[in-house]
């Protein structure tokens, strides 16, 4: 007996829901789960997991900190690039800041829960705590000496143009002394919390300082990765950190940056990318060598 066409239809598709239904839930998800298995490609598909004395210490493709309890760099440890996701590295909240070059104003509140640094003072401060780590010249162009960003707002008589009649530190907030004691004449004030400068008709002007054009500091020790998740840092970024890490594990620098050569990766394909430093197997490999004082 042949069936309506509408019963005919419906039948059909049901067939193929339940032929791709096998197929592509089932078939295809199990077969891609047994090539992951396979040499070579197990460990990836496994999350790439590093163990050490039998516990596993973390991923080689996600960063971590190296600090104690207090939030500290250790010093013996190189030290992996900035984070924004999450409190750090949080692979369930991947992110970057979204701050972005013109972001060179602080805001200070009177309810200090309700601050938030910029992006250029966020880049100051890490500079000047990386360079204070690690002994060299911490000093950024557009960064004061206490690592703010060094900005100023300009008021003047007739808007965007006419004398200077007043001029904020906009980063620097009461009691602290402004960066510079006056500018154009006129003398310099601290911010006052609260206050919002641009709003209140102030242009905003960078000041670039006496820094160094090329930094001591490499922009991967003071800016996070789009991901928040980077393992690697840069091999400028990793030879900064050489002597210190030499000095704390008593241990002779070459030998060290030889460790560092070993955990260098080079550009993907040979063309893409820049060369990264991956610093958990970079820090195993230290411990393992070379162990702390």
């Known amino acids: 007996m042949r069936l309506p066409t509408w019963i005919a239809q419906h039948l059909a598709a049901l067939r193929a829901v339940l032929v791709f239904t096998v197929l592509l839930g089932l078939v295809y998800p199990l077969a891609l789960v047994a090539l992951g298995q396979l040499p070579g490609l197990n460990h990836k598909t496994d999350g790439s997991l590093i163990s050490s004395g039998g516990t596993v210490v973390g991923s080689a493709l996600i960063g971590q900190s190296f600090t104690d309890a207090d939030g500290n760099p250790i010093a013996r440890y190189f030290q992996s690039r900035p984070s924004a996701a ?10 970057a800041s979204n701050l972005g070059p013109e972001s060179v104003v602080d805001t200070i509140a009177t309810d200090p829960e309700e601050s938030s640094e910029s992006l250029l003072t966020q880049v ?13 010249d911490g000093r950024r162009p557009y960064c004061t000496d206490d ?6 707002a300009v008021f003047r008589a007739d808007g965007l143009t006419g004398p200077v009649t007043r001029v904020v530190s906009v980063n620097q907030a009461a009691p602290a002394t402004p960066f510079v004691s006056e500018y154009q004449g006129v003398t310099v004030e601290p911010a006052q919390p609260g206050e919002d400068y641009v709003a209140a008709g102030g242009v905003i002007t960078p000041i670039r300082g006496d820094a160094p054009v090329e930094p001591a500091v490499p922009a991967d020790a003071v800016t996070a990765s789009a991901s928040g998740l980077d393992p690697q840092i840069s091999p400028a970024y990793a030879e900064l ?5 030499a ?8 030998a060290v940056r030889k460790l560092v050569k070993e955990h260098t990766d080079g550009r993907a394909l040979g063309f893409m990318g820049e060369p990264g430093v991956n610093v958990l197997e970079l820090n195993l490999a230290l411990d393992k060598q070379f162990a702390a004082r």
């Open 86 to 95: 999450g409190d750090g590295y949080d692979p369930t909240s991947t992110s």
């Open 124 to 136: 100051c401060g890490r500079s000047k705590s990386v360079g204070e780590l690690n002994g060299v």
């Open 147 to 152: 690592g703010v960003g060094a900005v100023l």
């Open 241 to 245: 950190q050489v002597n210190r890490v």
């Open 247 to 254: 000095r704390e594990r008593g241990a002779d620098p070459a």
